[in-house]
RNA sequence: GUCCCCAUCGUCUAGUGGUUAGGACAUCACUCUUUCAAGGUGACGACAUGGGUUCGACUCCCAUUGGGGACGCCA
């Protein structure tokens, strides 16, 4: 058993790479991995009036985000074809397969299932056996020679020596016709293992109409690819000891089929978010910053340069309030944004009180006259001067809130205001008092 | 419909014949507190059903029920 393992992802460019397809990804890497063996990119492009341009682009962008690396390919299984069409003769002149008239002109191939029953151990499942009635003949070179599926799929595993197929419970069917393939070629067999397919919140397959499944989508919205990766480690498989927060490097080094699930995982957004949620909190800064910078970038909140000391304050202003970095743009307007909308409820709770210009104009002076602006000294000022004018702290504070950041929640007033600067402070407080 | 797979809290799961069935998300309290979060503490909450096997079943076997998947010249 010195024997070096190989597994493969091999997707099809139909559509952008989903959640499935990337935890698919994922086992693989992750077996691969853990075996020291290598990790094989496939494109399955036979299918040209499937394809779409932009597939490949989300593929391979959402596997390096992911951090999955390939050791070979990516290799595009259109180019094979002509080893495909080969062994679809082999397989006629053997008399495994036949010609028949195909559908739209010319003559495809047939594969001639042999009868009895093909049982094989599958790596999550264990056995599993299937009568090859059931399956029946299947196409292998369509009527314009072309290959279909599971010819493609077996004539490429073989030639790139997969020592280990690893798909999703989908493809259990397929199995066997594979495996009648593999012998009727004498190729030799790899192993197989089929891992649950992720579901949707209704118990049924995920896909589109459960919501955002696309990868691409929690990159855009500012995840951190390691929250994710680590949250679809723990969909299906577990490391067993009570924790949800592991390693790549740990889950790498845990890694079994054996200790995947047999039961279909429904995805949770939910825990998703709140995995992601607590990488935030507990802030790995570097990447954080980046990945921050470019999403404040794009909704345009940042023009230029990023100061990222700046930024860093600003995110640990909010790193424990947000799941995600795209939450910004809605609880952190006010430190991004020249002008503020106040919010009318909070207006009329917080603003409209008679103490308010008077207080504001002096808050305005004292904070004008700052030389340190940090929440220490901002603190000092605050609660000296409520006290001064006999009303309890959140007297000034909740109305200050809502001056300065136009809203009834936001993180603590005193920092928020030391990482928002001086003067918005005391311009947006002068516009309270006219 | 046929075949295949699956079955522990609402969800993700630990559990491999003897446990008060453990953890996490969500939910609900309480706490902390300048708001909201976060944090801390606690509560709620599961072995689908019926037969076996066994001194003893969540754990093993069978059936039922329920769910999912596959039945393309798609992959």
Same mark, same amino acid.
């Given at each position: 058993?010195?024997?070096?393992?190989?597994?493969?992802?091999?997707?099809?460019?139909?559509?952008?790479?989903?959640?499935?397809?990337?935890?698919?990804?994922?086992?693989?890497?992750?077996?691969?991995?853990?075996?020291?063996?290598?990790?094989?990119?496939?494109?399955?492009?036979?299918?040209?009036?499937?394809?779409?341009?932009?597939?490949?682009?989300?593929?391979?962008?959402?596997?390096?985000?992911?951090?999955?690396?390939?050791?070979?390919?990516?290799?595009?299984?259109?180019?094979?074809?002509?080893?495909? $069409?080969?062994?679809?003769?082999?397989?006629?002149?053997?008399?495994?397969?036949?010609?028949?008239?195909?559908?739209?002109?010319? @003559?495809?191939?047939?594969?001639?299932?042999?009868?009895?029953?093909?049982?094989?151990?599958?790596?999550?499942?264990?056995?599993?056996?299937?009568?090859?009635?059931?399956?029946?003949?299947?196409?292998?070179?369509?009527?314009?020679?072309?290959?279909?599926?599971?010819?493609?799929?077996?004539?490429?595993?073989?030639?790139?020596?997969?020592?280990?197929?690893?798909?999703?419970?989908?493809?259990?069917?397929?199995?066997?016709?594979?495996?009648?393939?593999?012998?009727?070629?004498?190729?030799?067999?790899?192993?197989?293992?089929?891992?649950?397919?992720?579901?949707? =919140?209704?118990?049924?397959?995920?896909?589109? $109409?459960?919501?955002?499944?696309?990868?691409?989508?929690?990159?855009?919205?500012?995840?951190?690819?390691?929250?994710?990766?680590?949250?679809?480690?723990?969909?299906?498989?577990?490391?067993?000891?009570?924790?949800?927060?592991?390693?790549?490097?740990?889950?790498?080094?845990?890694?079994?089929?054996?200790?995947?699930?047999?039961?279909?995982?429904?995805?949770?957004?939910?825990?998703?978010?709140?995995?992601?949620?607590?990488?935030?909190?507990?802030?790995?800064?570097?990447?954080?910053?980046?990945?921050? =910078?470019?999403?404040?970038?794009?909704?345009?909140?940042?023009?230029?340069?990023?100061?990222?000391?700046?930024?860093?304050?600003?995110?640990?202003?909010?790193?424990?309030?947000?799941?995600?970095?795209?939450?910004?743009?809605?609880?952190?307007?006010?430190?991004?944004?020249?002008?503020?909308?106040?919010?009318?409820?909070?207006?009329?709770?917080?603003?409209?009180?008679?103490?308010?210009?008077?207080?504001?104009?002096?808050?305005?002076?004292?904070?004008?006259?700052?030389?340190?602006?940090?929440?220490?000294?901002?603190?000092?000022?605050?609660?000296?001067?409520?006290?001064?004018?006999?009303?309890?702290?959140? @007297?000034?504070?909740?109305?200050?809130?809502?001056?300065?950041?136009?809203?009834?929640?936001?993180?603590?007033?005193?920092?928020?205001?030391?990482?928002?600067?001086?003067?918005?402070?005391?311009?947006?407080?002068?516009?309270?008092?006219?």
């Amino acid at each position: 058993m010195s024997e070096k393992v190989r597994v493969r992802f091999a997707p099809s460019p139909t559509g952008y790479l989903h959640i499935g397809g990337a935890r698919t990804a994922l086992f693989n890497w992750l077996f691969a991995r853990h075996k020291k063996g290598q990790f094989i990119l496939r494109i399955e492009d036979t299918d040209r009036e499937r394809a779409q341009p932009k597939a490949l682009d989300s593929i391979i962008g959402g596997l390096k985000w992911l951090g999955l690396d390939w050791d070979e390919g990516p290799f595009y299984q259109s180019k094979f074809i002509e080893k495909h $069409r080969h062994f679809a003769q082999v397989l006629v002149e053997k008399g495994k397969a036949r010609r028949i008239p195909g559908k739209e002109g010319g @003559d495809a191939v047939e594969f001639l299932m042999p009868p009895g029953e093909t049982r094989f151990d599958d790596l999550v499942h264990g056995k599993i056996k299937i009568d090859n009635q059931e399956l029946g003949n299947f196409v292998i070179l369509r009527g314009d020679q072309t290959p279909t599926y599971n010819l493609a799929c077996v004539v490429d595993d073989a030639f790139l020596s997969i020592t280990d197929v690893i798909r999703g419970d989908d493809h259990v069917s397929n199995t066997p016709k594979q495996i009648a393939l593999y012998q009727a070629l004498d190729f030799s067999l790899p192993r197989f293992a089929h891992l649950p397919l992720i579901l949707g =919140a209704d118990g049924s397959r995920l896909s589109k $109409r459960h919501g955002a499944t696309a990868l691409d989508f929690y990159q855009e919205k500012g995840y951190l690819p390691e929250a994710v990766l680590n949250y679809l480690a723990l969909l299906g498989w577990s490391p067993k000891d009570n924790r949800e927060k592991v390693s790549v490097g740990e889950i790498i080094e845990k890694f079994s089929l054996e200790g995947v699930g047999k039961k279909g995982a429904i995805f949770d957004s939910e825990k998703l978010n709140w995995m992601n949620g607590t990488y935030l909190a507990e802030g790995n800064s570097e990447k954080m910053l980046e990945i921050a =910078a470019q999403y404040l970038k794009s909704i345009g909140y940042i023009k230029d340069e990023v100061n990222p000391e700046w930024l860093k304050k600003v995110l640990n202003l909010f790193k424990t309030r947000i799941k995600y970095i795209a939450q910004l743009k809605e609880q952190a307007d006010f430190l991004f944004l020249d002008e503020i909308k106040i919010d009318a409820g909070a207006e009329e709770k917080f603003l409209k009180r008679d103490y308010i210009p008077g207080m504001f104009k002096q808050l305005r002076e004292r904070l004008g006259e700052l030389e340190v602006f940090e929440a220490g000294e901002i603190e000092e000022i605050c609660r000296g001067l409520a006290k001064e004018l006999g009303v309890k702290s959140g @007297d000034l504070i909740h109305p200050a809130r809502v001056a300065v950041t136009g809203r009834a929640v936001s993180p603590g007033l005193f920092e928020t205001m030391a990482v928002m600067g001086k003067e918005k402070c005391v311009k947006r407080l002068e516009k309270q008092i006219i």
